[in-house]
């Protein structure tokens, strides 16, 4: 009993765990939380870094040496030697690496928002579905609460004889069984509100608004229209141009590579003095200055060159696959969306209405006799099916303008 304080903290602290969501700050969460997200932005981090680390010189090399001409035995004296040496490419490999890495960083900034773009496209999709699902629970819920009146009534009108046996026995049953299926709408409310909690990374989601946002009209853009906004917008046709490019770089820096170089090497040496009585010599100080050329036998193969070529057009016929695609999922896409807004204007229409009107009507009857407990069941579920397809319509018509957002680059 003395801790009975502490039940409204208990229950304050649930609601605030749990919260209904809106579209807008959905998307934010998303944009902001998303755990997958979050981890692909590091690939520019990364990119970052190794560009960064691209721009490093050759390290000189520093040699140090020491000699004994049995000086302790003969008194020929010692010598010691230092010399450091700097290799060069006469290719220029530091700027083509340079290029290589800068365009691998474009790359990943442009792979970035692609990821962003197709995470908003599916998360989209999961908002709409999990309002979708709570709309369906809802009706669900209210044909369940309208059978269970129903039967409770026929309770009441079976002892008072007005209806027989096995129409109060099948209105009980029929409750039970639009139980079941509302049980079955919660449950898939409640996992689809689960998904948008793992796109928003973990916030707990219990409800979404009541409407889906409204969309933005295509009205006044043609198919074509709508194809050259995606050519000039598609993170992953500019990933592929990248592509291109980037195998162009790699081909000059093969080439860069197999070009001649040169060790440049200075050095300097100190001579003890040779007491050596036949051939004494005075201490004395050395310097040296050289130049080494290596002999590149290994540029005879062409098979790095060869390949780096075969990337070349390879890339380029990438290219031109994507551009195709692009056209093609913005056509899909835009049939799509238009499909679904013309379904969706077939269900604005009195459909929804009429269905309304023909159940009150099956109920009325049923309640005062006219009409068979079948043709109130059958009403009760032509009117569900057309609420429920109602809702699939928005969904859909959603569904269908995100993806052509996703098509679109938009």
Not at 37 to 65: H, T
Not at 303 to 317: C, D, F, N, P, W
């Amino acid at each position: 009993m003395k801790y009975k304080w502490m039940m409204p903290l208990l229950l304050w602290g649930a609601a605030l765990q749990a919260q209904e969501i809106g579209y807008e700050d959905f998307m934010r969460q998303v944009a902001e939380r998303n755990a997958g997200y979050l981890a692909e932005k590091y690939n520019v981090e990364i990119a970052v870094a190794n560009a960064q680390a691209a721009k490093v010189f050759n390290d000189p090399e520093l040699s140090f040496g020491y000699s004994n001409n049995q000086d302790w035995s003969m008194q020929m004296g010692q010598s010691y030697e230092t010399e450091i040496s700097y290799t060069m490419s006469l290719g220029n490999v530091r700027g083509a690496r340079m290029k290589v890495s800068m365009t691998e960083q474009q790359i990943a900034e442009k792979a970035v928002a692609d990821y962003l773009c197709n995470l908003k496209a599916e998360a989209a999709t999961a908002y709409a579905e999990a309002w979708c699902a709570a709309a369906k629970e809802k009706i669900m819920y209210d044909a369940y609460s309208n059978m269970l009146k129903i039967a409770a009534g026929d309770s009441l009108r079976l002892s008072e004889g007005e209806v027989n046996a096995t129409d109060a026995l099948q209105s009980a049953m029929e409750a039970k069984r639009m139980r079941n299926d509302w049980l079955s709408s919660v449950s898939e409310a409640r996992n689809a509100f689960t998904k948008l909690s793992s796109y928003a990374g973990g916030i707990p989601v219990d409800g979404v608004q009541d409407m889906l946002p409204g969309v933005t009209s295509t009205a006044g853009k043609s198919l074509s229209q709508l194809q050259e906004i995606a050519l000039d917008n598609r993170c992953d046709l500019h990933i592929a141009m990248l592509s291109k490019q980037l195998s162009e770089n790699n081909l000059r820096l093969v080439r860069a590579s197999r070009s001649m170089e040169i060790s440049l090497n200075a050095g300097y040496s100190y001579n003890t003095e040779v007491r050596n009585e036949i051939a004494p010599a005075p201490k004395f100080h050395g310097f040296s200055a050289g130049v080494s050329v290596p002999l590149k036998f290994s540029s005879a193969n062409k098979g790095e060159v060869m390949a780096a070529k075969a990337a070349v057009l390879q890339s380029e016929k990438a290219l031109e696959a994507a551009e195709l695609q692009i056209r093609s999922e913005v056509s899909m896409a835009y049939e799509s969306y238009q499909t679904a807004e013309n379904i969706l204007d077939t269900y604005k229409s009195s459909i929804s209405e009429d269905a309304k009107t023909i159940l009150e009507n099956r109920v009325f009857g049923y309640k005062s006799g006219d009409s068979r407990l079948f043709e109130l069941l059958e009403a009760q579920r032509a009117y569900d099916e057309v609420l429920i397809s109602f809702m699939e319509a928005q969904r859909d018509v959603f569904i269908s303008y995100a993806e052509l957002c996703r098509a679109t680059g938009l």
